[in-house]
C-alpha cells in the first residue's frame, strides 16, 4: 500500500502562516472537492481554531465542525487535542475534558490527535480513553526535539506506551521543523520495529528539511504524511500536498491521488491566496536554518519580535534568542509547542529586560516548577527552582488530580449570565471565560483582514492611528498594535497619562494587558505586594509594590495595553522611610 496523506490547509496551515485566520465560509466551497481525493483525514479542528474563531472571526467554532461534516461524508475530519489542556493554554478538570471530547465526537470529529507539551502520558491518557469510548480513532502524538534528555529510544518507548495504552495509529509531531532526513530514518525504522500500528510524521518547512525527511520516512516505513495545498505550504506550514503526491507517483509508495484534482483544489487555494495575502510574513513564508540552533518555531520569533518592538528593545531579540535555550535548559528541555513555549520564550524576554535572570517570573514558570504542568522531560535547575517556588509543595501526581470539577459551577455561572443556550455554549465558556462571555452575548465583531490594495499615501496623509495586526506564537494568535508614529502604542480615544517613573511608581516591566489590578486608593501595602498581572503572549506576570507605604493612585484598568517602563498605581512611601 502506498503512502497516505494528511490534508491541514483547513487547520494547521492556516495557523502557521495566517495567525488562524482562515474564515468558516472559505472552506465550505472546496471541502466536498477534498473529501473526493482520498486523504487519509482532513484536519480541520482544534490547536488554536477553537480560539481564533470566537475571539477574532466572530464564528461558533462547534457550526464551524457542524458545516464541514455536513459535506465531508467519505473522509474522516480531525483534530488537534492539547491533552488536559483540550484547546486552551491550562489543565482543565477531568468533567471538563470528558464533556468536551463527547461534543466533539458529536460534532463531527473521528480523529484526535492528542499530545501533551511535555511528553508526559499521564495528560493524554483521559482524553484518549473518552476518544476511545465514543468510537473514535485516536492517534497518540510524540512531541518531537532535540535535547540532550531526548533519545530515539525515549521516543520509542513512548510510542510503545502509547500503542500499549490503546491509540490506533502513532503521529511524531515535528513542530520546529527540527527532525532531518538521517534522524528521521533512524527513528522511524526505530518506532516501526517496536509499533505495530500505522506511524504519521507532522512537520514544518521552517527550517526547509521537511519535504527530504518527509522522502526518508516513507522510505523507512511511515504510512502517513501531513502536508497542506501549496498556496499555504512551506515557510513554517507543512510541505506541499501537490508536490508531495507527485513525487511518489508510479512508485510503490504511491499515494494514489489523482494529480489533476489536486491541482484544480490547488487552483482555489491559489485564489483565495490572495484574499489573505495580508496576512503573510517573510517570517512565516521563509525556511530559515536559524531554528536549528535556538529551535524557535517561526511563530514564536515572530512574537518575540514584535514583544521587543513594543518595549523599543528590538536590540536586545540577539540576547533574548540566546536566553531561550538557557530557560529551557533549567526548566528540564522542555519541547518548544504550546504552551511551553510561550513559558520558555516570555521568561527568556524577562530575564534580559530586567537586566538579572529570574529576578521577576512569570506565574506559569512558578506552576511549572510546582508541577502543574506536568513532569519535566529531564531534570530542573534545582538553583533555578529554589529561587523561583523556594519550599512549596511539588505535585508528584497527574496535575489535573489537583483541580476540582469545574463544570457544574459554569453551568451555573453560565446560566446566571444569560449565554448558554446550547450544551456547546458551556464547554465554550469552560474554555475561556472573558473571551465567550462577550462572544456568546453577541457582542464579537469580526476582525478586518488587512489589505495590500490601499493607495500609498505621502507621510504627510498617514492617519495617525494604530493599526493591529495577528501574531502567530507556535500556533496561538495575538494582537499586536502599533502606531504609525513614533515606536509607542496609542489607545483609540484614550489620553496617555503615564506617570514618569519616581519613587513609589508601581511599574510594568513588560508590555501586555492587565489582567488584574489588585490595588485599590487607600490600601495599605508592603514591598513587595503584588498590585497587578500583565499578561503577555498569555503568560502573566506580577507587578510589585516596589516600597512599603500606602496607594494613592491607580494609572491603569484591568483591560488595558500597559508598555514596558509605565507605572500603573503610585505608592506613598510610610513615613520615615
Not at 97 to 104: D, I, N, P, Y
Not at 544 to 562: D, F, H, M, N, Q
Amino acid at each position: 500500500m502506498g503512502i497516505r496523506l494528511t490534508d491541514t490547509t483547513l487547520r494547521d496551515a492556516h495557523q502557521s502562516l495566517i495567525a488562524t485566520r482562515m474564515r468558516t465560509r472559505d472552506m465550505l466551497d472546496v471541502v466536498a472537492e477534498l473529501d473526493k481525493v482520498g486523504f487519509f483525514s482532513l484536519e480541520v479542528w482544534g490547536g488554536a481554531t477553537f480560539d481564533a474563531s470566537i475571539r477574532f472571526l466572530n464564528e461558533d467554532p462547534w457550526e464551524r465542525l457542524r458545516a464541514l461534516r455536513e459535506r465531508v461524508k467519505h473522509t474522516p475530519l480531525q483534530m488537534l487535542l492539547r491533552g488536559q489542556n483540550l484547546v486552551g493554554y491550562r489543565h482543565y478538570a477531568d468533567d471538563v475534558v470528558r464533556e468536551f471530547v463527547r461534543l466533539s465526537v458529536k460534532n463531527g470529529i473521528s480523529i484526535f490527535r492528542v499530545f501533551d507539551a511535555l511528553n508526559d502520558v499521564r495528560n493524554m491518557e483521559l482524553a484518549m480513553k473518552v476518544a476511545k469510548e465514543y468510537g473514535a480513532h485516536v492517534q497518540g502524538t510524540i512531541c518531537y526535539t532535540i535535547s540532550p534528555v531526548h533519545t530515539i529510544e525515549g521516543f520509542v518507548g513512548m510510542a510503545m506506551e502509547l500503542e500499549r495504552l490503546g491509540c490506533d495509529s502513532i503521529c511524531i509531531k515535528d513542530m520546529a521543523g527540527l527532525i532531518s532526513p538521517e534522524a528521521t530514518t533512524r527513528l522511524v525504522r526505530a518506532i516501526k520495529r517496536r509499533v505495530s500500528i500505522p506511524l504519521d510524521l507532522h512537520s514544518h518547512c521552517s527550517s526547509g528539511m521537511a519535504p527530504l525527511s518527509y522522502h526518508a520516512a516513507t522510505l523507512a516505513g511511515a504510512d502517513i504524511l501531513d502536508t497542506a495545498f501549496s498556496a499555504f505550504s512551506w515557510g513554517t506550514s507543512q510541505p506541499p500536498t501537490e508536490s508531495i503526491a507527485a513525487a511518489f507517483k508510479g512508485t510503490k509508495y504511491d499515494s494514489g491521488l489523482d494529480l489533476e484534482a489536486l491541482y484544480e483544489i490547488g487552483e482555489y487555494f491559489t485564489a483565495l491566496y490572495s484574499k489573505y495575502r495580508g496576512l503573510f510574513t517573510a517570517e512565516a513564508t521563509r525556511p530559515n536554518i536559524n531554528v536549528l540552533l535556538h529551535q524557535v518555531p517561526g511563530g514564536m520569533l515572530t512574537n518575540l519580535v514584535s514583544q521587543l518592538k513594543e518595549q523599543n528593545a528590538l536590540d536586545k531579540l540577539g540576547e533574548v534568542l540566546r536566553e531561550v535555550p538557557r530557560v529551557r535548559a533549567d526548566l528540564g528541555y522542555p519541547p518548544l509547542v504550546t504552551p511551553t513555549s510561550q513559558v520558555v520564550g516570555i521568561q527568556a524576554v524577562l530575564n534580559v529586560l530586567s537586566g538579572s535572570r529570574y529576578k521577576r517570573v512569570t506565574n506559569e514558570v512558578k506552576d511549572y516548577f510546582l508541577g502543574r504542568y506536568g513532569r519535566p522531560p529531564g531534570r530542573v535547575d534545582e538553583e533555578v527552582k529554589k529561587l523561583v517556588v523556594g519550599d512549596e509543595p511539588i505535585i508528584n501526581g497527574r496535575p489535573a488530580d489537583s483541580i476540582d470539577p469545574e463544570l457544574e459551577k459554569l453551568r451555573e455561572s453560565g446560566r446566571k449570565l444569560g449565554i448558554l443556550r446550547k450544551e456547546e455554549d458551556l464547554i465554550t465558556y469552560a474554555l475561556y471565560p472573558q473571551v465567550a462571555m462577550k462572544f456568546l452575548r453577541g457582542e464579537a465583531k469580526e476582525e478586518v483582514i488587512p489589505s495590500l490594495t490601499m493607495n500609498p499615501l505621502s507621510p504627510a496623509e498617514v492617519p495617525e492611528l494604530p493599526m493591529e495586526f495577528a501574531v502567530d506564537v507556535d500556533g496561538e494568535v495575538f494582537n499586536v498594535k502599533v502606531s504609525t508614529v513614533a515606536s509607542k502604542t496609542i489607545e483609540i480615544g484614550k489620553p496617555e497619562k503615564r506617570e514618569k517613573p519616581s519613587r513609589g511608581a508601581v511599574i510594568a516591566h513588560i508590555q501586555g494587558m492587565v489582567v488584574a489590578m489588585k490595588a485599590r486608593v487607600g490600601q495599605k501595602v508592603k514591598e513587595g505586594d503584588v498590585l497587578a498581572i500583565i499578561e503577555a503572549m498569555k503568560m502573566q506576570s506580577e507587578v510589585r509594590s516596589p516600597l512599603s507605604g500606602t496607594v494613592r493612585k491607580i494609572l491603569a484598568y484591568e483591560g488595558e495595553i500597559v508598555n514596558s517602563g509605565d507605572a500603573v498605581a503610585m505608592v506613598e512611601p510610610e513615613e520615615g522611610m
